[in-house]
Each structure stands twice: as C-alpha cells, then as structure tokens.
C-alpha cells in the first residue's frame, strides 16, 4: 500500500462507524495515532476492517486494499515489535493531540486492481 490515508471499521454499540485515518504499514500490522475519543476508548481488543484505494486515471487503472484483524492499542507495548511500529512515519491531518498508538494485526489482506472501462 503506497499512500498515507485509509479508512478504518469498526462496530460500536452494534453500529458500524468509519474513520478516516493517516497510517503506515510494515509487519502485516497498520499503525495510525489517535487522541482520545472511540477509536482509543471502543477500539482496542475488537474486529477492525481497514481500507485504501486510489484511482490512476493517466494509468487507467484502479486499485483497492483491504486489512482484516484485531486492534490494539500499542502505545505503552514494550514488545521489540511494537517499538518498531511506532517509529514510523505516521504524520497526521487532523488537527489535535495525536500521541496514542494504534496497530491493525492482519488476519486477512485482500485486494483488487483492475483496468478503468
């Protein structure tokens, strides 16, 4: 995956909601920071999906990624893995805090490319 922003899912309270995150990938893990609110709060310990796309249209060509797994929070994980994880370039849009870590461990990664009609 080439590009710095996905969507991440997750369900709470039986809904499904989307989030718009900045991310980075390495060890079949998606990392992305967060500041307080549901992701840091609902997320940890649950199902998430996580999605990107992009279309070349010079190209004609169209891609989709998406990453299935559990979501921790691995801000204070003193595992070498972690560590690792949180040295990469994760730079965020949004504006606040974003000083809490957050890993996507796939389970499953499934995508698609395919020619523009």
């Known amino acids: 995956m080439t590009k710095d922003l996905g969507r991440l899912a997750i369900v709470v309270d039986g809904q499904p909601l989307i989030f718009p995150v900045n991310y980075a990938m390495d060890d079949r893990v998606v990392v992305f920071r967060t500041g307080p609110g549901v992701k840091l ?3 940890p310990y649950t199902r998430a999906a996580f999605e ?3 279309v070349d249209r010079r190209g004609g060509v169209a ?3 998406m990453v299935q797994g559990a979501m921790q929070e691995i801000s204070e994980s003193i595992d070498a893995r972690s560590a690792k994880l949180r ?4 730079r965020t849009m949004a504006p606040g805090t974003k000083s809490r870590w957050m890993g996507v461990y796939a389970e499953r990664i499934t ?5 523009l009609g």
């Open 41 to 43: 709060e609902r997320g």
């Open 87 to 90: 040295k990469l370039a994760v």
């Open 52 to 54: 990107v796309d992009d």
């Open 63 to 65: 891609w989709s990624v």
């Open 111 to 115: 995508g698609r490319r395919f020619r």
